[in-house]
């Protein structure tokens, strides 16, 4: 694997770090299965490149980004608590919708930006090579969500928000507005995937309607590549997991798709993932069964 091929895979993976943690939101935190994200991310793309070709500061645009993907979630969430719509279809009847919306945003299936300043643009004059300083940008950009998000949700609001998703019931008995907090929950999630969107849009030069396809995948890989590697009960820790399952996933794809003695093609993407995400799923499994069995036999020998 070359240098540049090294950090662009970890650039791609801190870029899919933001969706891992709102995938890791959604799942972990409300236990809510959501699939919007496949329609939130080519959102943020396509809004973020919108708004650049208009001429509005990047930064603007990213969190204009970020919005629209928070309002995609609102619709996941409207659909589900307002008119008691199975979260996993409320998810997917607004992925399909995305589909359209991102088309009519960009006007065209694909938005160029390569001439365009993005965040990056006023990074790239530090003297560092341009394969360095994107995934420095995007690197720091992720710390500082992991900080904020940490906070978040170790106020009185992110309690009762993790609370909410470990035991609604519960939770409403104690006087918390479950309602409220998976609307600022999935909203949360998806401003992140659609934060993430704008960042791969700027880092690739371009947005694509395509862009969405099997985000929820690699988000899922993340986050279980993240618990597998770091397994922890604290909360920071535990969003340093998904940004580290994800530069890890990355890695991995590129080790794979790079290794001529394995044969695999670029084409092969999706294999790969579906390869890792099994093996990340199996390996928890096999050491419990395999420390179980040891406890076994450490009682039969007593």
Known sequence: ???????????????????????????????????????????????CAVLLISGVNPWLASLAAGLAGAAAGLVTATLNVRFKILHLLA??????????????????????????????????????PEHIVRPLVVGIIVAAV??????????????????????ARMARAQ???????VYAGIALSNGLTGLAGALFAQTNGFADVTTGIGTIVVGLAAVIVGETVL??????????????????????????????????????LNLVTAVLVAVALILPRLKSRAKS??????????
Not at 293 to 302: D, K, N, Q
């Open 91 to 128: 998810s997917i009847l607004t992925m399909i919708a995305l589909f359209s919306v991102n088309l009519r945003v960009m006007g065209r299936p694909n938005v160029a930006l390569l001439m365009q300043d993005t965040v990056l643009t006023p990074f790239y004059g530090l003297g560092l």
């Open 146 to 167: 992991v900080a904020l998000l940490a906070r978040f949700l170790a106020s009185e609001f992110g309690l009762a928000m993790r609370a909410t998703g470990v035991n």
């Open 231 to 268: 397994p922890a009960r604290a909360l920071a820790l535990a969003l340093i997991g998904c940004v580290a399952g994800s530069i890890l996933y990355r890695l991995a794809v590129q080790v794979a798709l790079s290794a001529d003695s394995i044969g695999l093609q670029a084409s092969d």
């Open 175 to 181: 006087g918390v507005n479950t309602d409220a907090h």
């Open 1 to 47: 694997m070359t240098e540049i091929a090294l950090f662009g895979a970890i650039e791609i993976g801190l870029v899919y770090a933001l969706v891992a943690i709102g995938v890791y939101l959604s799942f972990r935190i409300l236990d809510f299965p959501d699939l919007t994200v496949d329609g939130s991310f080519p959102l943020g793309a396509a809004v």
């Open 293 to 302: 069995r040891t406890a076994r036999s450490a009682r039969a020998a007593e």
